[in-house]
């Protein structure tokens, strides 16, 4: 049973966007609304001084990119969980999120009970999507690939990539050296069959293989 409410800001440039999430989730005894912002520029210093559990990022916002801003949020508070909340449908939109931090990517058609699975699913460590967003991440870009096989320390390294981090964060984290996180990276690259690391994440996330 839930005993401790859970943290939610919400950061989005429609006040009747904001106004409608805290009626949905005002609803729910745990979740509370920490606080909310119609721009990008004040939330870094709320974040810095106030614990947020979930922040529901919108991408258009009218002083930044909430792509960037995402990541931003992920580099000074990497517990907080950053899930993306926007109309925007383009696959290429969706995995940059991700890599960039983001736990997770709904659609502002979503509804109440997909939210509210979706932010459990977020504190939980998943990377959670709404089932349209599912729908257009699992449309293949080209023919089916042989699932890879990875080792433990290619896992390790996927995971961290799925998050936004670069190859110099990675090696501090797993005590490795630039060079052979470097090689690491080239050899998911290979095994996966993708141009890029937007493309690896996506994969990866197809086959189940990103658990944040």
């Known amino acids: 049973m839930q005993t401790e409410k859970i943290n939610i800001v919400i950061v989005d440039d429609h ?37 947020i559990d979930i922040i529901l990022l919108d991408i258009t916002l009218p002083d930044c990119n909430g792509i960037e801003l995402c990541h931003e949020i992920k580099k000074t508070t990497p517990n907080t969980s950053v899930i993306m909340f ?46 349209e967003t599912k729908q257009i991440i699992n449309k293949l870009s080209h023919t089916e690939i042989t699932l890879p096989r990875l080792t433990k320390r290619e896992k390790e390294i996927l995971k961290l990539v799925a998050e936004g981090k670069t190859s110099a964060l990675i090696a501090d984290e797993l005590f490795l050296s630039p060079l052979t996180v470097d090689t690491h990276r080239k050899n998911l690259l290979q095994k996966f069959q993708a141009k890029n690391s937007t493309e690896l994440i996506s994969l990866a996330i197809q086959h189940n293989m990103i658990n944040k």
């Open 86 to 131: 926007s109309n925007r449908s383009e696959r290429s939109i969706i995995m940059q999120c991700i890599q960039n931090g983001a736990s997770g990517y709904l659609l502002k058609n979503t509804s109440i009970d997909e939210l509210i699975e979706c932010l459990r699913g977020a504190l939980s460590g998943n990377i959670v999507f709404c089932n």
């Open 15 to 51: 006040p009747i966007v904001i106004e409608g999430l805290k009626m949905m989730l005002g609803n729910q005894s745990y979740f509370h609304i920490s606080q909310s912002f119609t721009t990008g520029s004040e939330i870094i210093d709320f974040i810095k001084e106030h614990t």
